[in-house]
């Protein structure tokens, strides 16, 4: 059964860095798939951060690439998110996900872990 | 980039009826869309993939329909459980991907 779990803090002060990671199990992340960070803020919809593939090419939001870094660790089958100059408007639920190679759909997510940006 | 536009932004029916969620993409898009569910507090479950594919162990009453820049997620019978919201998410001429805002389904 193919799990994942984010890591991180819960708290980051405005104008600093968040980062997360998420720790694949019951899959490689050298198989063929996009890992996907996903956010979602309080009250509203989801909002797709970017996507790595094992051999490291990334696709990020236009809204959010100037600060964003998404990068693999194969030694610890885990992929993680860097997002840096963050704001209030930054404050969210963050999701990993695995979206197999050729199809559309996210089919494993992780519980997702709450980030507040406040001082 | 792709806009989609889910209707209704709400739908109100009572267990056993039939539920038809719409999503419309601004521009084609083949058959690059996913639907998902997602109850208050929880990561989203993926329903249907490449526009008509029940996910793993998704049950039959949900089915997914459309091409290029109309689809439609049927929920057959609804039952007490499948109250939530419900998005769907393309993924053609990316990035960005995007996703629809959302529709809720509650009961009547």
């Known amino acids: 059964q193919v799990q994942l779990q984010e890591s991180g803090p819960g708290l980051v002060k405005p104008s600093g860095t968040l980062s997360l990671s998420c720790s694949v199990s019951?899959?490689?992340?050298?198989?063929?798939?996009?890992w996907t960070w996903v956010r979602q803020p309080p009250g509203k919809g989801l909002e797709w951060i970017g996507e790595i593939y094992h051999g490291g090419h990334t696709n990020y939001s236009p809204s959010l690439k100037s600060r964003v870094i998404i990068s693999v660790d194969k030694s610890k089958n885990q992929f993680s998110l860097k997002l840096i100059s963050v704001t209030a408007a930054d404050t969210a639920v963050y999701y990993c996900?695995?979206?197999?190679?050729?199809?559309?759909?996210?089919?494993?997510w992780g519980q997702g872990t709450r980030v507040t940006v406040s001082s | 980039e792709i806009v989609l536009t889910q209707s209704p932004a709400t739908l109100s029916l009572s267990p056993g009826e039939r539920a038809t969620l719409s999503c419309r993409a601004s521009q084609r898009i083949i058959n690059s869309l996913a639907w998902y569910q997602q109850k208050p507090g929880q990561a989203p479950r993926l329903l249907i993939y490449d526009a008509s594919n029940r996910a793993t162990g998704i049950p039959a009453r949900f089915s997914g329909s459309g091409f290029d820049t109309d689809f439609t997620l049927t929920i057959s019978s609804l039952e007490p459980e499948d109250f939530a919201v419900y998005y769907c998410h393309h993924r053609s001429n990316w990035p960005p991907i995007t996703f629809g805002p959302g529709t809720k389904v509650d009961i009547k």
């Open positions: 996900a695995r979206n197999p190679w050729g199809k559309t759909g996210l089919d494993y």
């Open positions: 019951g899959d490689s992340i050298s198989t063929s798939n996009w």
